[in-house]
């Protein structure tokens, strides 16, 4: 199978790119369809990107406009002129939608026949069969999904489906999982399908939020895959016990009192019933971690006020192994994570890093331009929530010499100390905006920030 050559045609890559470059206005019959990845040639892909990147913001996209900046990706191909010459030898720019639909059934194929090829190789070198199976099944649905045929639902259809949904919200009391924070529900709940992306910089708690999560989600009577990639199995125990002990996690590494060692054992012992699953170091790649999360929900059957298998972490999506450069893993385990979300009913939390840029600008509150060069991180995601706390970065500033600007500065930490902004970044079913909640980072513990009062499951 390695000897087959990978489906592609460079001529239909040169008349799409011709036709836009010609005319601008026909970006926008393929726009939402075709991506830079479609592409065979890298190089094209890339032209395509910087096409999409000038037509949305409404400039001029051209040999011209374009030269400049992808000049030298252009060497081996002839320089500049060659986009040039793609407009000239461009004579089918009115089947620019059949020729996208066909240019997006060779990237599928190449993608399936990728996915065969690392199961292939996977089995033969002593492979997991059931990461075998789990590979296909995602490479099978991304196909479905990526599919340029068209492919519908009823309007009626929709709306039943909706309302079974609604109704079973009803009788059940909840329409998704609660984080038990109320000022953070009555912005967002984490919902069977969605996909949510928790990123913050370093030491903004993205951990602590996503460890408060799992906890909440499992004293509510929801099964759940914990993917620890970062931490080591132990570790991730010492957070949740550390938000039942009140012992922090970090002194459960050190000699302590036998209280407080009492305490910490009591917290164990009283966590028994909590149905979370530490995924192991081994389960490092997206098939993997389809292949466990199925497992889960096998073994976690719904009962009483048991509700099964119900929410997936991933902590941290850029340690998640995949083929290719660093990009390239990025933007398929994105979409990946996004897949699983819809094939197990579930939803998705995965957390990422953000460029520590960040802390050199003047304003340290994250955004959504952060996340670019992540991959398709944005564009996957459902839902986009950055963890920011204020206080960290003003404890770091040098003291104002100044008394009058020193008292204020202090005031500020003080203001600050103890709380973290929950920013909603990004909603697809909902509205954007930011809750400061109370939040003790020794202890993972979190609570309405205008209540100052602990929540009680």
Known sequence: MNDLVSPHNI???????????SNNDRYHSVGAMLRA???????????????????SKDHLASPVTLKSEIEDDLKELGGAKYLTNLVGYSISGDA????????????????ILDAARDVIGGIADGGNSQDAISALEIAAMN???????????SLLKAHMRSLEAMSEAQATGHSGISSGLKDLDDLLLLKPKRSTLIAGATSMGKTTLATWLAYSAAKQGYGVGFVSLEMGEEDLANRINSIDSRVPYQMMDRPMSETMFNKVAEAAQGQQSLSIEIMSDRVRDIPAILSEAKRLRARWKPNGNFHGLGLLIIDYIQLVRGKGNSFEVLSQVSRDSKSIAKMLNL???????????MSKRDSKVPHLGDLRGSGDLENDADNVIFTHRPGYFLERMEAPSDASERADWEAAISACKGTMDIIVGKQRMGPLGSVRVGCDMGTNRFWDFAKQEEVDF
């Open 11 to 21: 001529e239909l890559e040169q008349q799409i790119l011709g036709a836009v470059l």
């Open 347 to 357: 939803p998705v939390v995965a957390l990422a890093q953000i460029s520590r840029d």
């Open 37 to 55: 990845d479609h592409f065979f040639d890298p190089v094209h892909g890339k032209i395509w990107r910087h096409i999409a990147s000038r037509i």
């Open 143 to 153: 196909a479905q999904e990526n599919s340029a045929q068209p492919r519908s639902m």
């Open 96 to 111: 620019i939608v059949d020729y996208s639909q066909e240019l997006i059934e060779l990237s599928e194929r190449r993608r």
